[in-house]
């Protein structure tokens, strides 16, 4: 007899109900579920649908066959005709389907008529009860309609549409994710066999394609497809950390051994710049993915050793590996014998295997089995039983005793009676402080009591002092130093991971009781925490700079007094974490949770946090430090990430030490070969002046000026005529590259001074009128400008000036007014602005004008408006941007950088172009290269470029952390933050498309793509 069934058809044996019902029954178990949704819903595939025809006996006793079958079933399928409501015996299988169902498991097909009409009145309404204000208890008929697949359409359009209506009831799934995977699983199976169709056509008429150029033309059309596939899913491993496959995949998108022929496109460029990280310098707290170390089924536990020179895995075969983390090489792959429940590393070279009955140690250089051990205990190990310190092996051998093992060759060193050997004699969580002196563990009555004990050994007495605790199990019990033990006891059911399966995910509101254990003057304290979210595992955390501990689990972290437990601080991360650390060793602690949000704690004196990246999603295993690893949900990939990952072809130019981490506390002057930097140096008020020779890649000289006051309103580098000036405070400074010195100037600056493109300008207002006056920048050559009266409003304030040496104009924001300012006929003169001007300070205001002085460009960050040279309207739009602006005209064209978008305009009429995303954008103006010869342009804002190609409009690179691109070299020159208080400028080529292959290759270093992978691309 068959015990279950996914759906029970029930229907009349009239011709079209019988036709209606074989048809959905075929179609229902032939049902192709989309393989990116396993694991997501409640069955993994339609097994089998009963339908009385197919599955009935020949036996007499047909009643109690279909009742079985109704019984077993879990939804009811009702085939809806204007045959339906004469049939019986449909009405008593809807009875005898409800009589162990919800109404919410019977789903109807409708074959014709209306659905009022055929659906059967048993379905059509429920009965609710409610109670009256009298409190007496009233049944009443509630209309409903049920869920329908409307079969009156087309059968092929019926398939399509209205099938998966039952077959999401069925998986338990909704409607649309089902479709959209199942149009993502069509997409890929057309991609993957186009790519067959297109290497079968390629051999098959490979000597046409000399001699037939429009099937040359539509074989290269195919396989530019074929590389943009390939590159946007290598962008998507990328983001999912998986960078191997995603060098892989950009590699085949271009010219390979395999294939040619392969066209270079922006897309696959552009795909192959992120994966091998071409450009990249460390100048943030962002994780990189430098690599994924796979394993051949789903990854059970994994552990890292202290050195992050090594990292292990056992999968769930039982399959051990250990790699080598600086050459990702497999140095230990085991198929083991049994299963092991534990992985970890000790420090004399040892990788440790946990077995139910015996501990095995390894090389983990040479994968040799050095020592082993077999257990005489009566029951198996529990997981966490057996505990791993730098110096011994300790577990739990029954009858009250501790064996400790020497890490050299297993042997046993001491053996200690912790505690009487009684009913409850098993030691759980068994814990050794740092010096080994002490053990910390619980006993099993817990099982039967609400409350128990936690009982501390002390090796060098042999005496054991109990502490009563309270709670339903233990989450964890650690020593956090050699005087303190602290625990999580909880007082529901402690769902940890079994919850955590792929058909459901607890999530609850839950009370711990946490406790600290002062083993020297007893001074405990106990506390109670409410978590929520899904308890995946706990975590337990000293802060000694702080004299605090740390509790973690679910989604809350609290940090208590060590002495007193008083709460210092509690973080709601929004998420499961997943791993706890403190890489800073600041002692404020870093988290790692499960949607991937890589959190930082900030101060001591509140509860902020700052989420910095994702770190793909649905994470079950994380460990933080210089390198972070994650493990994804079922995944059989560890994902490296590395904080401190750039260009290996990054060359430094010198080391500059002292700057503070930040560009904002920076700002440099490029001209030909020339680069000049001034940065603060940290924790000081001194300014360091640095000049790069850009063509030999050379320093020149590194100059610091004491005390400076470089906060204030003047922080820039700029050439007026021959010299270069640094204009830090209210003081300026000449840069003198050739005798490499910095000297002190007496040019002074006032309140009202503002400095523009090599010129002075001092602005005054009185009463109405608006007084300028220009002059060199050592207030030499000063001429006022004729005065001008700006009316009444005494409220507008100047917003500084904006010089525009090619056309000698500047230009004035005055409050929501404009002023324009000659310098050849010394007149001002307002321009009617056509759109409304924003007035408050947050404006980005930006002007420029074309070659020729023809057009002028005018934006506030919010509107926009272009005039000919007499300021004359000639069109408006919105121009959108809250950080980043820049605007230029070239060729008839006027190209706009709004925030991180590209907009092209006609020059002439204003009329949109087109409008390309960039990657990343920083703030302030950015400015525009154009290099014709390779048909690129170059945005550089502050130190940020994207670059583009001209021919496609594809975005090929975005470089971070970036001075200037130097022409003559084809160089970007960049700078790296080593740490807080060191940064170095270095440089690294313009690489050509061969460069970046071989880049890939090099990073590869003879890594093979899976089968697995090879399969699903097509590769």
């Known amino acids: 007899m068959i015990d279950f069934y996914n759906a029970f058809i029930s229907y009349r044996h009239a011709p079209l109900d019988s036709k209606i019902a074989e048809h959905v029954q075929k179609k229902l178990e032939h049902f192709h579920v989309p393989h990116k949704l396993r694991g997501k819903i409640r069955h993994q595939k339609i097994t089998r649908i009963f339908r009385d025809k197919d599955e009935l006996p020949i036996t007499s006793d047909l009643t109690e066959t279909i009742t079985q079958a109704l019984q077993n079933a879990e939804y009811l399928i009702v085939i809806c005709s204007t045959n339906t409501k004469e049939s019986y015996w449909v009405k008593r299988e809807i009875k005898t389907f409800l009589q162990t169902h919800s109404a919410n498991n019977i789903l109807t097909v409708l074959c014709d008529g209306e659905p009022f009409e055929v659906i059967p009145e048993e379905l059509l309404s429920i009965e609710k009860q409610y109670i009256d204000e009298n409190g007496f208890p009233h049944t009443v008929k509630v209309p409903v309609e049920p869920l329908s697949c409307d079969y009156r359409l087309p059968m092929s359009t019926a398939d399509k549409e209205e ?37 079968a056509m390629a051999a098959f008429v490979g000597y046409m394609i000399y001699s037939n150029n429009r099937i040359n033309s539509t074989y290269l059309e195919s396989l530019r497809s074929r590389a943009a596939y ?50 990249s310098c460390i100048a943030s707290s962002q994780y990189t993915p430098c690599w994924n170390y796979k394993t051949d089924k789903p990854i059970t536990h994994f552990a890292a050793s202290d050195d992050e020179h090594y990292l292990a895995a056992l999968d769930q075969g039982g399959k051990a590996y250990c790699w080598d983390a600086f050459s990702h090489k497999c140095t230990f792959e085991n198929e083991c014998e049994q299963v092991p429940k534990n992985i970890t590393f000790l420090d004399d070279d040892l990788l440790m295997l946990t077995y139910d009955y015996r501990i095995e140690a390894y090389s983990y250089e040479t994968g040799d089995l050095i020592w082993s051990y077999d257990s005489e205990k009566e029951a198996a190990f529990i997981e966490d039983d057996v505990v791993y310190s730098s110096h011994a092996v300790y577990f739990d051998a029954g009858d009250g005793r501790v064996i400790e093992l020497t ?74 130093d050699n005087d303190h033990a602290c625990a999580i006891t909880t007082n529901g059911t402690g769902l940890y991971s079994t919850a955590y399966s792929n058909e459901m995910t607890f999530i609850a509101e839950e009370s711990v009781n946490l406790f600290c254990f002062d083993c020297v003057s007893n001074k405990d304290w106990e506390s109670e925490l409410t978590v929520s979210d899904l308890v995946l595992r706990s975590h337990i955390r000293n802060l000694p700079s702080r004299n605090a501990v740390l509790f973690a689990l679910g989604e809350t972290a609290t940090i208590r007094d060590i002495d007193t437990g008083e709460e210092l601080n509690k973080y709601a991360t929004g998420s499961t974490i997943i791993a706890v650390d403190d890489f800073n060793h600041n002692d404020f602690p870093e988290f790692i949770c499960r949607q991937g949000e890589y959190i930082l704690t900030i101060s001591a004196d509140n509860n902020n946090m700052a989420e910095f990246q994702l770190l793909g999603k649905d994470i ?158 050592d207030g030499s050559h000063s001429k006022d400008f004729k005065t001008l009266d700006v009316g009444e409003d005494a409220s507008t304030f100047f917003r500084g000036i904006y010089y525009l040496k090619d056309v000698n104009k500047a230009f004035i924001p005055l409050g929501n007014r404009l002023i324009a300012a000659d310098l050849e006929s010394m007149k001002l003169k307002e321009i009617k602005i056509p759109c409304k001007w924003m007035e408050n300070v947050s404006a980005k205001y930006f002007f420029t004008a074309s070659e020729d002085g023809s057009q002028f460009f005018f934006t506030d960050g919010c509107n926009a408006f272009v005039t000919d040279s007499s300021f004359k309207e000639m069109y408006s739009f919105t121009f959108k941007s809250s950080a980043r602006y820049s605007a230029t005209f070239r060729d008839g064209i006027l190209y706009i950088v709004a925030d991180n978008f590209l907009i092209l305009r006609d020059g002439t009429t204003g009329q949109l172009l087109n409008k390309y995303e960039m990657g990343v954008y920083g703030s302030g103006a950015a400015t525009f290269r154009f290099d014709d ?14 670059i583009f190609d001209t021919e496609t409009w594809v975005e090929v690179a975005d470089v971070r952390g970036v001075y200037c691109y130097h022409e003559k070299s084809d160089r970007f020159f960049v700078y790296s933050y080593m740490t807080e208080d060191d940064c170095r400028v270095g440089y690294i080529d313009h690489y050509t498309v061969d460069d970046l292959i071989e880049k890939g290759k090099r990073i590869l270093d003879g890594h093979e793509l899976s089968e697995e992978v090879r399969a699903e691309y097509g590769i």
């Open 933 to 946: 010869k390779n048909h690129l342009l170059f945005i550089q804002n502050g130190d940020e470029i994207n």
């Open 163 to 199: 099938l998966p209506r039952l077959a999401s009831a069925l998986l338990g799934c909704s409607y649309d994710e089902l479709q959209r995977r199942t149009r993502q699983y069509k997409i890929r199976r057309a991609a993957a066999l186009a790519g067959v169709v297109f290497a």
């Open 407 to 480: 890490t050299r060759d297993g042997s046993i060193k001491n053996t200690y009676q912790v505690k009487d050997a009684a009913i409850f004699d098993d030691i759980c969580c068994l814990t050794v402080s740092p010096d080994g002196n002490r053990f910390a563990y619980t006993d099993n009555s817990f099982i039967f009591n609400d409350e128990g004990y936690v009982h501390i050994y002390d090796k060098t007495t042999g005496t054991t002092v109990s502490k009563p605790v309270y709670g339903y199990l233990f989450y964890n019990l650690e020593f956090i």
């Open 230 to 279: 390939l590159s946007n899913e290598s962008e998507q491993l990328l983001a999912e950390g998986r960078r191997t496959d995603s060098i892989h995949l950009a590699l085949a998108a271009l010219p390979n051994d395999s294939n040619k022929k392969m066209p270079v496109t922006s897309t696959a460029v552009r795909a192959l710049t992120d994966a091998t990280g071409a450009y």
């Open 620 to 777: 079950t295993f994380a460990k933080v430090n210089e390198l972070l690893y994650t493990v994804p949900r079922d995944g059989c990939d560890i994902i490296c990430y590395n904080r401190y990952l750039q260009d290996d072809e990054w060359t430094e130019i010198s080391s500059y030490g002292g700057f503070v981490t930040g560009s904002s506390y920076q700002t440099f002057y490029t001209e030909d070969d020339l680069l000049i930097i001034a940065a603060r140096v940290h924790n000081t008020h001194d300014v360091r002046v640095s000049a790069v020779n850009m063509a030999d890649g050379e320093l020149i000289f590194s100059d610091d000026i004491p005390d400076v006051d470089s906060l204030l309103n003047n922080f820039f580098i700029d050439r007026i005529d021959d010299e270069y000036y640094g204009f830090f405070g209210d003081r300026a400074f000449l840069i003198d590259v050739e005798h490499e010195e910095v000297r002190n100037t007496d040019i002074v600056f006032d309140t009202l001074d503002y400095i523009s493109n090599g010129k002075r300008f001092t602005l005054s207002r009185k009463t109405t009128k608006l007084d300028v006056t220009v002059s060199d920048i």
